[in-house]
């Protein structure tokens, strides 16, 4: 890896950020202890939830952080209560693996005014099947199976604003209105590879007020006249795409592949629950465990002159 072209400012708290993301301290507040379990029916069928939304939310990051089968979740999170001495006792490991497939996970930040600059990419995650040692020297005798995890990453903060799981033959542009939608925050600019690149998606941009940067495929010809997209295929056509992309801060979408292989480091590459809406439930617990890592402190380097 080459040295850093920008000199860290803030080296001292980063270093004290990056210690304390393997801290133990655990803080259990009252609202935290009167809203661990359910209080009100789910108005269906059958007998009301014992434990909220919140109890089953937070044993799926501590799940993700500690890289924890369920039965030993259950364990850890019964032990904390114990030593801390606090009247709450843990879901067991069937009731996680059956909540997790309805729980809503918030993994989002409180909105803190406009997003300058958003970054999106996906990644697979596996899901079951042979090791790649066992698949290159003997073959496969079963399907392996991924999931796609699409992030759309703040290029400022570095935190996840939104994401989404879905199957793995999902194309990336299908869920780009997934990701934007819901966002309540104004958008300066978007940043996506040429998966993006289709009418749909420079369509939903331009509606929700954002700049698209997305450089076209190879093959790209001109859309209609004055299509702000026709800038970055001339840019083609004259083999100077790699300048449109720095004039664009189009290498700011390298930070969406920073932020894949933080959470593959961070969680796991690997969902271990079976059923797929358990799978997201466990995927975006993750992400808000990614989230909740970065808030503890980012470098921050200095700007050029």
């Not at 020297?137 to 796609?148: A, Q």
């Not at 939608?181 to 600019?189: A, W």
Request: aromatic content about 8%; glycine content about 6%.
């Amino acid at each position: 890896m080459g040295k850093a072209k920008r000199k860290m400012t803030n080296w001292s708290q980063y270093n004290k950020a990056l210690i304390n993301r393997g801290s133990l301290t655990f803080w259990i507040d009252e609202h935290a202890i009167s809203s661990w379990c359910c209080s009100e029916h789910h108005g269906r069928r059958g007998r009301g939830y014992i434990y909220s939304d919140v109890a089953i939310e937070t044993a799926l990051v501590v799940k993700g952080v500690f890289n924890l089968s369920l039965r030993a979740l259950e364990g850890f999170t019964t032990s904390v209560f114990q030593l801390m001495d606090v009247p709450l006792t843990s879901p067991s490991y069937s009731c996680i693996s059956k909540r997790a497939k309805t729980v809503n996970i918030k993994y989002r930040s409180p909105s803190r005014g406009s997003v300058a600059h958003v970054v999106i990419d996906s990644t697979g995650l596996k899901v079951y099947g042979e090791g790649e040692w066992k698949t290159r020297k003997h073959g496969k005798e079963k399907r392996r199976t991924w999931r796609k995890l699409h992030l759309a990453v703040d290029a400022n903060t570095h935190e996840v604003v939104a994401a989404e799981v879905t199957l793995v033959n999902v194309a990336d542009n299908e869920v780009l209105p997934t990701l934007i939608k819901p966002l309540r925050r104004q958008i300066k600019q978007v940043s996506a590879d040429g998966a993006y690149d289709t009418k749909a998606c420079h369509k939903l941009l331009q509606r929700k007020g954002c700049k698209p940067t997305i450089p076209p495929r190879s093959s790209a010809g001109f859309w209609e006249d004055g299509h702000p997209r026709n800038e970055a295929v001339r840019a083609l056509k004259n083999n100077e795409l790699a300048q449109w992309k720095k004039e664009n801060d189009y290498h700011l979408r390298s930070l969406s592949e920073t932020a894949m292989y933080r959470y593959k480091q961070l969680i796991s590459p690997k969902l271990s629950l079976r059923d797929y809406n358990a799978q997201v439930g466990e995927a975006l617990a993750g992400v808000k465990a990614m989230n909740k890592v970065i808030r503890l402190g980012m470098p921050v380097r200095k700007q050029p002159a």
